[in-house]
């Protein structure tokens, strides 16, 4: 139903049951002991304290002090040196070209 739709009288009754069901409240609400509400009480917002503040800071500080002068330190450090690549001297070289020689030699014989 549409409050336009509604005569002077209807709604002076209206209000006035609405009225009589808050005193009817009211007075449960005393005598089961139950306070009155007073609307949803604000949250308190929590804050920090400037100490508090000026630790965290610190901290961050320092750790990232800490991170920094490992990563410049590792940055720093000299890879390990490689390892010598190992050589074939001049004369196994020699030997092992002869027989390779010899190998091929008598494969392409072998196919004639």
Same mark, same amino acid.
């Not at 890879?79 to 001297?89: G, N, Y």
């Given at each position: 139903?549409?409050?336009?739709?509604?005569?002077?009288?209807?709604?002076?009754?209206?209000?006035?049951?609405?009225?009589?069901?808050?005193?009817?409240?009211?007075?449960?609400?005393?005598?089961?002991?139950?306070?009155?509400?007073?609307? =949803? /009480?604000?949250? +308190? %917002?929590? #804050?920090? *304290?400037?100490?508090? &503040?000026? @630790?965290?800071? $610190?901290?961050?500080? !320092?750790?990232?002090?800490?991170?920094?002068?490992?990563?410049?330190?590792?940055?720093?450090?000299?890879? =390990? /040196?490689?390892? +010598? %690549?190992? #050589?074939? *001297?001049?004369?196994? &070289?020699? @030997?092992?070209? $002869?027989?390779?020689? !010899?190998?091929?030699?008598?494969?392409?014989?072998?196919?004639?």
């Amino acid at each position: 139903m549409n409050l336009h739709d509604l005569t002077v009288n209807q709604l002076k009754r209206a209000a006035a049951i609405k009225e009589r069901i808050e005193a009817l409240n009211k007075e449960l609400r005393a005598i089961l002991g139950t306070p009155a509400k007073s609307g =949803a /009480a604000p949250k +308190k %917002k929590r #804050t920090m *304290s400037a100490s508090v &503040k000026r @630790k965290i800071a $610190a901290a961050q500080k !320092a750790r990232w002090a800490n991170l920094r002068r490992a990563k410049s330190a590792a940055r720093s450090a000299k890879p =390990a /040196a490689k390892a +010598k %690549k190992k #050589t074939v *001297s001049p004369a196994t &070289k020699a @030997k092992l070209s $002869a027989k390779l020689k !010899a190998y091929w030699a008598a494969k392409k014989a072998g196919k004639k």
